[in-house]
């Protein structure tokens, strides 16, 4: 718990460091109309950086003995988060709805155990429900991919 | 002046479209409210863009209606199954569950489903008459007023929020840092995009809500090892009138918990500790406080009007002075620039059919929610006996869903995965996120505001101190600022003194 503390405030402060970089790039005080583009981040950066070096100071002085994650939590975080980021790198390449099924029924496989009758209904009304409800009802286009292009959608 | 707007309002609240409209939210909200990892305030995101085709005032009844589900849906969770779906509902598990396992639970649902409404209906009313004197008094702010507003909003998170006070004002500065990023609307100029075009749109709060919210909610529940161990609903008519028999003697809780959650609701992040205090306050007044946390009814009734008192009161703000007092009233906020709407007092004027129709909406919308949610408790308890397996990747893509649709562009489902890490990161480390959320919706009027400021006062700072009314709420807030620091050191000052009288 102690070094994610650590970490996450140094990250923070270069972050800090960078938006009082590109502050200064645009100009941190009075032009002849008021305030120039850099002024209100310039303070939040110094202020981001100041607030981070003093949980620095905090988080390193107390003894932190507990793990951020033990191994046993990270198993089942990772495995919701791989078949995650799978499902929106697919959808770039086959669109919205046949990563959705195909995410869908492998999790429902993999995790559940479902048998494959299940998963098949899941993996292809799923999709189908949120195609109806999204693209017909609210009109609100989703990324598609082949099979809608295929399809004619 | 009140009765006749509120009849307008009733005049466009009770359309047949705006009444299904509701039903739909309502319904919705319920089942958001009860899904693990789908909250109110990323429900109402990810439903957001699909109410830019609708007319504003619908819109946000539905959105509202949305709040009201997910706020009866959190009590559902809470007593049956020990999860509580929203912090402000951590305090109904205590006596909820417990009752539950009696086979109470009938009687619990009730409890809680009615005291939900009685402290609603309480800050409605409230409501429905300070809301038009607070913006009249509004009216008369100009950005430095305003600016000490949002000052002493996010001043409250720091001083008041629990917690440690700088990850707060580290979470308020990364709103604030993530809403300058773009174009700079007054100067022309980029800001933070290091030639980047993804960059150059900004980031958009309901991607940030959705991700921080949602993702990072699974996340962290799939950590804590999910398991559902049901309590049996024992939801029938009999029992509703027989706890309805019941509840008349709690009326002193009632009114006790109404009163806080108003009083703690219209500041920011109030709900939760409001639900706390008015619990620890009806125990305290109870003859029989040891029955508390071993199944008192009482000790349902307490937190939840607190709860919803709050989760209602928090809307005043918002409409009055265009200031959030929640993650999920920021993200209608926000809703409300979208749709064209300026929030703030002015509204009350240009605007009072879309004001009072959700104000009117507001008495509608518990009135239909709680008789819905009686009669279909079952129902929406079953949506938690859907295997693990099928609600996650569900979840998922509807998530996803919800942040393309904002401004159909890919990159926002990744920028929602980032934000789900970051919440799930931030959430273990104690960095709080709704002030993250709410600096995130309003860091662009709050820079507007403090720039036209010191464009008034040509650059002094002191403009926030000299007027009056900016002047006294500076003030409060810096006070709240400096709590994190004075209140050790006052503790240190009376510790110090206190023995030293004793040895005198």
Redesign the interface.
């Known amino acids: 718990m102690r070094i994610a503390d650590l970490v996450t405030a140094s990250f923070l402060m270069l972050l800090g460091a960078i938006v009082v970089f590109d502050a200064s790039r645009l100009g941190v005080g009075w032009s002849t109309d008021g305030p120039k583009s850099g002024f209100f981040p310039f303070w939040l950066g110094v202020l981001l950086i100041a607030a981070c070096a003093v949980i620095l100071v905090q988080a390193a002085r107390r003894a932190g003995l507990a793990p951020f994650v033990t191994r046993a939590q990270a198993g089942p975080v990772l495995k919701v988060l791989w078949p995650a980021v799978a499902l929106v790198v697919l959808t770039q390449w086959l669109g919205l709805y046949v990563s959705a099924g195909l995410y869908a029924g492998f999790y429902m496989r993999w995790i559940g155990r479902h048998s494959w009758l299940a998963v098949l209904a899941l993996a292809i009304l799923f999709p189908l429900a949120t195609f109806f409800i999204f693209e017909k009802w609210f009109l609100v286009p989703m990324p598609k991919g082949p099979l809608e292009a295929w399809l004619g959608q | 002046m009140g009765i006749e707007n509120l009849l307008l309002g009733f005049h466009v609240a009770i359309t047949p479209y705006n009444l299904f409209v509701a039903v739909v939210g309502i319904t919705l909200g319920t089942i958001i409210g009860v899904l693990p990892g789908l909250g109110g305030a990323n429900g109402v995101a990810i439903l957001l863009?699909?109410t830019f085709?609708m007319p504003p005032t619908s819109a946000i009844i539905l959105l509202t209606s949305l709040y009201w589900g997910a706020l009866f849906g959190g009590a559902i969770t809470s007593v049956l199954f020990n999860i509580p779906g929203e912090p402000w509902s951590v305090a109904t598990t205590f006596d909820g569950y417990p009752l539950a396992r009696q086979g109470l639970g009938g009687q619990a649902l009730t409890a809680a489903f009615t005291s939900s409404f009685v402290g609603a209906f309480f800050s409605i009313v409230l409501i429905t008459f300070f809301a038009p004197l607070l913006a009249e008094i509004a009216l008369k702010f100009g950005p430095p007023e305003f600016f000490a507003i949002q000052l002493l909003t996010f001043s409250s998170f720091v001083g008041l929020g629990g917690g440690?006070p700088?990850?707060s004002?580290?979470s308020i500065?990364?709103g604030?840092?993530l809403a300058?990023v773009g174009l700079?609307i007054?100067?022309g100029?980029l800001?933070?995009t290091?030639g980047l075009v993804d960059l150059m749109k900004g980031f958009d709060f309901i991607i940030a809500v959705i991700g921080l919210f949602g993702?990072g909610e699974?996340?962290l529940s799939?950590?804590e090892?999910l398991s559902f161990r049901s309590a049996r609903t024992g939801m029938n008519l009999r029992v509703v009138l027989d706890t309805w028999r019941i509840l008349p003697r709690y009326a002193r809780t009632f009114v006790r918990g109404s009163f806080i959650g108003f009083w703690m609701g219209f500041k920011p992040g109030g709900a939760t500790p409001a639900s706390f205090m008015s619990y620890a306050f009806a125990k305290r007044f109870s003859k029989h406080p040891e029955r508390f946390g071993h199944g008192e009814l009482e000790g349902v009734v307490a937190p939840e009007t607190a709860a919803h008192a709050a989760g209602v009161a928090a809307m005043l703000p918002m409409l009055t002075l265009g200031i959030p007092g929640s993650p999920t009233a920021a993200v209608m906020l926000g809703g409300l620039i979208i749709w064209g709407l300026q929030p703030g007092p002015l509204l009350f004027k240009e605007r009072p059919e879309f004001v009072w129709g959700l104000i009117a909406s507001m008495y509608t919308g518990n009135i239909l929610g709680v008789l819905m949610v009686l009669a279909f408790v079952p129902f929406f308890a079953a949506i938690l006996r859907i295997?693990?397996?099928?609600l996650?990747?569900?979840i998922?893509?509807v998530c996803?869903?919800g942040s393309?649709?904002v401004h159909?562009n890919?990159i926002d489902?990744?920028y929602m995965?980032i934000f789900?890490?970051v919440g799930?990161?931030?959430k273990?480390?104690d960095?709080p996120l709704a002030p993250l959320v709410l600096a995130l919706v309003l860091g662009d009027l709050a820079?507007n505001a403090?720039?036209q400021s010191?464009?008034m006062s040509q650059?002094s700072l002191a403009i926030f101190v000299t007027r009056p009314i900016a002047g006294a709420i500076t003030a409060v807030a810096l006070l709240f600022f400096a709590l994190p620091v004075l209140t050790p050191w006052w503790r240190r000052l009376r510790g110090a003194v206190v023995p030293a009288q004793g040895a005198s």
């Open positions: 863009p699909l085709t440690s700088l990850k004002l580290v500065l990364l604030f840092i300058a700079d007054v100067t100029q800001r933070m290091f993702i699974i996340l799939v950590e090892g295997p693990f397996a099928i996650t990747p569900v998922v893509v996803a869903v393309y649709a159909s890919m489902i990744w995965v789900g890490l799930y990161v931030f273990k480390l960095y820079e403090l720039r010191l464009i650059g």
